[in-house]
């Protein structure tokens, strides 16, 4: 199957899509902010010192390919601060798209949904979740699991939920969010990644890799890239996979191996449209979608 080939809805219009968007973002930072204050009043203040140094290498990672640590609590409250909400209203308007839709409204409409989000952090992309699932109105449940090299993460992962709940995000009694540590860098069967197989064993609906991979690059390529090899060779129909990072270096290698597994890639972009207005201008441009089609042969 070609790269690009995913089925999408032509249904709506650009101005749909665009306020679609619009409407999303402003029930989604209303709900995020209040979730967010939640979750970081239970953990150690935020060092600005510590935290803007922290932010700082980042914006490195894409000429060296390093993770840099994430150690410290007071830098760990600092970047979910600063980062949080924005890295969780990405996720969720990449699957408003017009090219995503009709899958995830698909998944919407399932009893359970189960997701991974690698390099998942204080689990943004759970919260991306939560509030896109509240905006349907699905009343399916959510198993998520929230994985990260940096286990001091956990604490605010479980406060998620809860604090989710503070801001009016409905919720459903069988909901589950859980933290794993993991290493992207290693394979799915190495005892690193022994949660991350085990959540696997079971069906998957959404894989996300989130900010992760180019920040670890320099091992990845050097290392037959990880666990992402058996992730795809195990993914089960129907299967999403997301990749979202600060730089497209990787998409190419990734998108080989994808293919040479069955997989569908495509690489999604938000029209001139959307990106102009203040509010979308940044929604992430590096965005690789795969897709484990059950009608791939």
Not at 117 to 135: E, I, N, P, V
Not at 156 to 175: F, I, T
Not at 210 to 230: C, D, M, R, W
């Amino acid at each position: 199957m070609s790269k690009g080939d995913v089925e999408h809805s032509s249904a709506c219009s650009d101005e749909e899509e665009k306020e679609r968007i619009l409407e999303f973002l402003e029930f989604h930072d209303m709900k995020s902010s209040r979730a967010l204050e939640a979750i970081t009043e239970t953990l150690i203040p935020s060092d600005h010192a510590v935290a803007s140094e922290l932010l700082a290498r980042l914006n490195l990672v894409t000429q060296v390919g390093v993770m840099p640590s994430f150690s410290d609590a007071g830098a760990r409250t600092g970047y979910l601060l600063k980062r949080m909400i924005h890295r969780s209203s990405i996720l969720a308007a990449l699957f408003l798209k017009r090219e995503t839709s009709v899958m995830i409204s698909a998944k919407m409409e399932q009893d359970v949904c189960r997701v991974i989000s690698l390099g998942g952090a204080g689990g943004s992309d759970a919260m991306a979740m939560y509030l896109l699932r509240d905006y349907l109105k699905s009343k399916m449940i959510l198993d998520v699991m929230v994985s990260d090299y940096e286990p001091g993460w956990k604490s605010a992962v479980d406060r998620l939920v809860p604090s989710l709940s503070v801001a009016g995000v409905k919720q459903n009694e069988s909901d589950r969010v859980v933290f794993a540590t993991c290493d992207v860098c290693q394979g799915l069967d190495e005892v690193a990644n022994r949660e991350v197989k085990q959540f696997c064993r079971q069906k998957v609906d959404i894989i996300v890799f989130s900010y992760v991979l180019v920040e670890n690059a320099l091992k990845l390529t050097t290392g037959h890239f990880g666990i992402l090899p058996q992730m795809f060779e195990r993914a089960t129909d129907d299967c999403m996979f997301v990749f979202i990072d600060s730089s497209l270096k990787l998409w190419e290698p990734i998108e080989d191996l994808a293919s040479a597994h069955g997989l569908v890639t495509a690489r999604l972009k938000w029209s001139k449209r959307i990106l102009r207005m203040q509010r979308t201008a940044n929604l992430s441009k590096n965005i690789l979608f795969v897709f484990k089609s059950s009608r791939s042969e």
